[in-house]
C-alpha cells in the first residue's frame, strides 16, 4: 500500500436525500444540548463518559 495516499475526506455534510432532518442529525444536536457540548463535536471527539451517553441515546432512540 502506498503511504503516500491518504483516504478520501468524510464527507460530513448534510445531503439532499436525508436533509437536515435526518433522525441522526436531529439526536446529535438534542444530544448536544442536553449535556451542553458544542453541536459542531465529531462523536469521535467525546470523552469514555459523553461516549457511553452518546452510545446509549442512540440505542434507545435509533431502531
Request: glycine share 4%; proline share 8%; charged share 30%.
Amino acid at each position: 500500500m502506498d503511504k503516500g495516499k491518504q483516504p478520501p475526506p468524510v464527507d460530513n455534510s448534510v445531503s439532499d436525500s436525508t436533509g437536515q432532518y435526518d433522525l441522526r442529525f436531529v439526536l446529535w444536536r438534542q444530544f448536544c444540548a442536553q449535556y451542553q457540548i458544542p453541536v459542531d463535536t465529531l462523536p469521535s471527539q467525546l470523552d469514555d463518559e459523553q461516549k457511553e451517553l452518546w452510545e446509549e441515546m442512540k440505542a434507545r432512540r435509533l431502531k
